[in-house]
Nanobody
Framework: QVHLVESGGGLVQAGDSLRLSCVIS????????VAWFRQAPGKERQFVSVVRMNDGLAWYDDSVKGRFTSSRDSTGTTVDLQMTELKAEDTAIYYC??????????????????WGQGTKVTTSS
């Protein structure tokens, strides 16, 4: 089993920065990708970013490209999401998710087996 715990959410103003962390524990040997998704009230869960754990390469949704950066630490037990230039539309619950063996169709939430409980980010305009 794999466990994910997010932290770092909060209330910020538009233009501010915030850093989210996802701590990964348990049987992590086969974890190949760790992603961030978000869900705003009344909306579907949306892909934000994914990190390929073997080399640290990351991919992003167009809505956050250039503003958000996701990275893993050297031990592969933490994946961060550095968010800058936050906007009101970034308000959502942010979830960390992990999957094994590949990151094909990385923006498809149904392909992720493990999920954290979420951390809330609210950006006031």
């Amino acid at each position: 089993q794999v466990h994910l715990v997010e932290s770092g959410g909060g209330l910020v103003q538009a233009g501010d920065s915030l850093r989210l962390s996802c701590v990964i524990s348990g049987r992590t040997d086969n974890i190949f990708g760790v992603a961030w998704f978000r869900q705003a009230p009344g909306k579907e869960r949306q892909f934000v970013s994914v990190v390929r754990m073997n080399d640290g390469l990351a991919w992003y949704d167009d809505s956050v490209k250039g503003r958000f950066t996701s990275s893993r630490d050297s031990t592969g037990t933490t994946v961060d999401l550095q968010m800058t230039e936050l906007k009101a539309e970034d308000t959502a619950i942010y979830y960390c998710a992990a999957r094994e063996f590949s990151i094909n169709y990385y923006n498809d939430a149904s392909r992720y087996k493990y999920w954290g409980q979420g951390t809330k980010v609210t950006t006031s305009s």
